[in-house]
């Protein structure tokens, strides 16, 4: 025979199963005094009334059962773990090859808006002027400038050269000082 539970589960009420006679009761404890308060047994059928449950219909319970997890949206899903995987496996739809050349395009023009509000007055206005000529200020961003290295520029910081522009302006400030 296995040896009893040290801590034998206990209702809300205190009502333990004696492990011995298999019994309920409620265990004794000890008082802030240090006195023991006795076992106390529990006359069969007896419920407490910390221990009576809510009465639930079997409709009801069903749901409970059923019940989704509070804070849940109906509907949503996880995103799946690996997108390219969940894309790769099903081809676009003619309709979705279209929403996306027509996104594409989109896209395209709004650049070509930006470039054009962003160029120079003396450059051309119109919208493929402006998006050839972003194209070329986008390739000259690119490429390196060959100054001497003295200019501080934030694609080309020179920091050297930074504060000799800021001891420059100073003494510039210190001029302008009204008397």
Do not use: C, Y
Request: aromatic share 2%; hydrophobic share 30%; glycine share 6%.
């Amino acid at each position: 025979m296995s040896l009893p539970p040290i801590n034998p589960d206990k209702t809300v009420a205190g009502i333990a199963l004696d492990p011995q006679t298999l019994e309920r009761v409620i265990p004794e404890s000890r008082r802030p005094d240090g006195t023991v308060r006795k076992q106390i047994k529990i006359r069969p059928g007896f419920t407490p009334q910390e221990d009576v449950r809510r009465f639930r219909g079997t409709k009801q319970a069903q749901q409970d059962a059923n019940a989704l997890p509070k804070g849940h949206i109906i509907g949503w899903a996880p995103p799946p773990t690996s997108p390219a995987s969940g894309s790769a496996t099903k081809p676009l739809s003619k309709s979705a090859k279209k929403n996306a050349k027509r996104r594409e395009k989109k896209e395209e023009k709004k650049e070509d808006v930006v470039a054009e509000n962003w160029e120079d007055d003396d450059e051309p206005s119109n919208a493929t002027a402006a998006g050839t000529a972003s194209a070329n200020n986008s390739e000259a961003k690119k490429a390196p400038t060959s100054n001497s290295g003295s200019a501080h520029t934030p694609e080309n910081p020179n920091w050297a050269a930074a504060a000799m522009d800021q001891t420059a302006l100073a003494s510039k400030l210190e001029k302008l000082d009204v008397k």
